[in-house]
């Protein structure tokens, strides 16, 4: 693949406020593009009369209702490019964004399946332009690893990727039934079969503002639920891949080799999975099953350093599922074993860095919450052990 087309795909609804600057911004790359596919997904804004006055000669497909997943989706289908890029109707390019993502494709000899990088988080001026607020955090993983720490989060997104058509093709369409975390499973989906390749410069300008989300089935919800929804749409990821997945799966591929002989540690990274995304009862099933066994040896310092990547893997609504009534007896029968113990600390770890954080950012109420989901669940006494755990280290 000397010289790739590339197919850009822009979902769009509603947003005829922001379209023709994210158009204009694509039209300006200095890699050209094949074509340019705007797939309106049912807008009932100025979304149809103001498409056919944009730059550009945009191909406009106009379908009924069903989310960005079935847009993207509807797009592919469309599309002619060896690459496809999918980029969101209210962000804006660099002139340059189609050049950084596209360079690992045109080095001689490449084997490239897809690449990734950072952007620049943006703030919204009145007049409608950006004021660049910071980058993302995205971690520069390649092969395997890409796949890996995307079982803990999602740390990047389609407007800062671009897919090689034949990706597309091999693990089929996004899931339609989901209105967000769309991208976090495809992106599981992607890396579980091919090669990540991460690039260190930020791509596109993201634009941080409070239109509302979703757009699945007439499905709309405001930017302050946008977190919640999202974790809800994860949990449904993760409960699929917990029935889908094999616990090698959970190994990392230095690890694999090694299984049956590690598979205490390859439930654990499963638990640790599962509690990142707040799905207890999973989490409690593999951790029961970890404690029940008889005659096993401490937990290694590899096992530990599991428990470690679950006090920072857990987020706040995690944490705030935890305190149902139905996860406290389970959690409170590993505080009392030995085995069980580290897990329950780790989560406490995690408790207290999220409590932390919201107390920074002034959301006291947020921070409350989880100190009252977190008494609930793990019992004064369990808080008082911990406590003094931490006072004679």
């Avoid at 092969?143 to 079982?151: N, P, Q, T, V």
């Avoid at 093709?169 to 989901?178: F, H, K, T």
């Avoid at 596109?204 to 974790?231: E, I, S, T």
């Avoid at 990821?237 to 591929?253: S, T, W």
């Amino acid at each position: 693949m000397n010289t790739p087309s590339v197919s850009l795909i822009i979902p769009t609804f509603n947003r005829a406020k922001y379209l023709r600057a994210t158009v204009e911004s694509l039209l300006t790359q200095t890699y050209p593009i094949l074509e340019m596919i705007i797939v309106d997904d049912g807008s009932t804004d100025a979304t149809p009369e103001l498409v056919p006055q944009l730059p550009g000669n945009p191909l406009y497909l106009r379908k009924e209702n069903g989310g960005r997943a079935s847009s993207i989706n509807h797009g592919v289908r469309h599309a002619k490019g060896d690459l496809i890029w999918v980029f969101d109707d209210d962000d804006i390019a660099r002139p340059d964004s189609l050049a950084l993502l596209i360079a690992p494709f045109l080095k001689p000899g490449a084997q490239v399946d897809f690449t990734y990088g950072p952007w620049y988080l943006c703030d919204e001026n009145p007049d409608g332009s950006l004021k660049v607020a910071g980058t993302s955090a995205s971690p520069l993983l390649s092969g395997a690893d890409f796949f890996h720490e995307m079982l803990y989060r999602c740390f990047t997104q389609g407007n800062a990727m671009l897919i090689a058509r034949r990706c597309y093709d091999a693990i089929g369409p996004m899931r339609e039934d989901l209105i967000r975390s769309q991208d976090h499973d495809y992106m599981l989906r992607l890396g579980r079969h091919f090669n990540a390749t991460p690039l260190s410069e930020p791509i596109f300008y993201w634009r941080r503002h409070q239109g509302p989300r979703g757009a699945g089935g007439g499905k709309m919800f405001g930017a302050k639920h946008l977190v919640r929804n999202w974790h809800l749409y994860r949990q449904k990821i993760f409960v699929d891949l917990h029935r889908d997945f094999a616990l090698v799966d959970y190994l990392p591929p230095t690890r694999r080799s090694l299984m049956p002989g590690i598979e205490r540690e390859a439930r654990l990274r499963r638990a640790v999975v599962m509690s990142a995304h707040g799905l207890w009862n999973l989490a409690f099933l593999d951790m029961q099953a970890l404690t029940a066994a008889s005659g096993q040896a401490p937990w290694t310092a590899g096992e530990l350093d599991v428990f470690a990547r679950l006090a920072s893997a857990v987020t706040s609504d995690a944490l705030l599922d935890l305190g149902a009534p139905e996860y406290r007896e389970p959690l409170r029968a590993l505080a009392r074993h030995s085995m069980g113990w580290p897990f329950v600390q780790a989560l406490l770890r995690a408790a207290r860095w999220q409590v932390h954080n919201h107390l920074r950012d002034g959301e006291r109420a947020s921070a409350w919450r989880i100190v009252r989901a977190v008494v609930a669940a793990v019992g004064p006494w369990q808080l008082l052990r911990a406590g003094a755990a931490q006072l004679f280290r």
